[in-house]
């Protein structure tokens, strides 16, 4: 089964500072793996995906992330914090092993950016 | 090109009644998975669908179903609500299913907020 752990509930940072939001998952294959955000009473945004290839990966707003298999991990980073990047952050998991696999989301992290 | 619609976003439902919440998804994508979220814990999926077929499932009781039509529109359904239930339901659709093939992002609606008093 698979499964994905984010450790941290929040995380604070001040502005201008560089961000980082924990992922490990766990597969039985190779994952596709996704952030995505969410801000109050909205639905979840695509951030970006790790599919296979370049081990860093860019996405939208200036964020990126690292795909570490020897970890299994794949944190968000973004090497200047944002204020207005406050919000909450969630990591997904597919895995292609298996077949049909349904998309696995992690518990969330809330970001607070502090000005 | 118009995002994933769900009706209706508010709504208040007492104990014991039904509801129904809709889902549009984006044009040309035949994949739509519910999920819910609760602040306790977190978002827990409840089913796909894909060319009017239930593809996969949580673990969720028999109180919640779900179905697809022919132009890929979704609709769930919860009976007998429980004061549990009150939560953020969120449909997301995809072009294609979960298989393998399928490195595609899930695209989410805005959500329908369900109260249960």
């Known amino acids: 089964a698979q499964s994905v752990a984010q450790p941290e509930d929040q995380v604070n940072v001040a502005e201008g500072n560089p961000l980082t939001v924990k992922c490990t998952y766990s597969v039985s294959g190779n994952p596709y793996l996704f952030w995505y955000v969410q801000y109050p009473n909205r639905g979840l945004q695509f951030l970006l995906k790790?599919?296979?290839?370049?081990?860093l990966v860019k996405g939208s707003y200036g964020f990126e992330a690292e795909f570490n298999k020897s970890q299994t991990s794949f944190h968000l980073k973004k090497p200047s914090a944002l204020v207005s990047d406050s919000a909450l952050y969630f990591c997904?998991?597919?895995?292609?092993?298996?077949?049909?696999?349904?998309?696995?989301f992690g518990t969330g992290t809330k970001l607070q950016v502090i000005p | 090109k118009a995002g994933v619609t769900q009706t209706p976003r508010y709504l208040i439902k007492t104990r014991g009644q039904q509801v129904t919440l809709s889902c549009s998804p984006i044009s040309g994508h035949r994949s739509v998975s519910w999920y819910q979220q609760t602040p306790g814990q977190g978002l827990q999926f409840l089913f796909e669908?894909?060319?009017?077929?239930?593809?996969n499932k949580g673990n969720f009781p028999g109180r919640f179903s779900g179905r697809q039509f022919s132009n890929s529109r979704s609709e769930m359904n919860v009976s007998t609500l429980e004061l549990g239930d009150s939560a953020l339901y969120l449909c997301?659709?995809?072009?294609?299913?979960?298989?393998?093939?399928?490195?595609?992002?899930?695209?989410f609606g805005e959500g329908s907020r369900l109260t249960v008093l």
């Open positions: 997904a998991v597919r895995d292609t092993a298996g077949g049909y696999q349904k998309v696995t």
């Open positions: 997301a659709s995809s072009r294609r299913p979960g298989t393998g093939e399928n490195t595609g992002e899930l695209f």
């Open positions: 790790y599919i296979t290839g370049d081990n």
């Open positions: 669908y894909f060319s009017e077929t239930q593809r």
